[in-house]
């Protein structure tokens, strides 16, 4: 199924948005999650649906990027601080029809496992090249200097940068 005949609309876009802390909730549980809009000439977008499409219920959930695999889509995000972490990390959930989304509940796609990356692993892009998968993310280490990092579904050797 295409995505007009699953949202009525041939543009789907996902973004992130604040939670609502109007309900005097402690500024240390505020979150963000992923929404979903949709538009007919992408111009003109209108949110689609009244929950968002990926939500947790403390921290960061944020930064989608698809990808299509056969039938199967691929929504890879970026979590931080959910509760009891200080890390950032990404994640992934699948659907089959853009609006229904299954979280995936196994251990963190990349978290920080290197002094490159020691504090945050996190805002993914996912690419398949030459049968080969990519997974680019931002790398911070414990000093806050950023990098881009890339972990392959084949061992590519080890970068000297």
């Known amino acids: ?4 005949e699953n949202t009525g609309h041939p543009f789907v876009m996902y973004y992130n948005a604040n939670g609502d802390t109007s309900n005097n909730t402690p500024k240390w549980r505020w979150f963000e999650r992923i929404g979903m809009a949709v538009s007919d000439d992408m111009v003109h977008w209108k949110r689609f649906g009244i929950e968002p499409v990926m939500h947790h219920r403390i921290g960061l959930t944020g930064d989608a990027v698809l ?16 509760e009891g972490r200080k890390d950032a990390f990404n994640r992934f959930a699948c659907s089959y029809d853009l609006v229904h989304w299954t979280d995936w ?3 963190d796609l990349i978290r920080p496992s290197a002094p490159f990356d020691d504090k945050y692993a996190h805002k993914s892009f996912v690419v398949k090249h030459n049968g080969i998968v ?3 993310y931002c790398a911070v280490d414990k000093k806050d200097r950023r990098g881009i990092a890339v972990a392959t579904s084949k061992d590519k050797g080890s970068s000297k940068l």
Do not use: I, P, S, T
Request: glycine letters at 16%; hydrophobic letters at 45%.
């Open 1 to 4: 199924m295409g995505r007009k």
């Open 134 to 136: 990519y997974h680019f």
């Open 67 to 82: 990808q299509k695999m056969g039938d199967l889509w691929v929504m890879f995000y970026f979590g931080a601080f959910w």
């Open 105 to 107: 509940q196994g251990e």
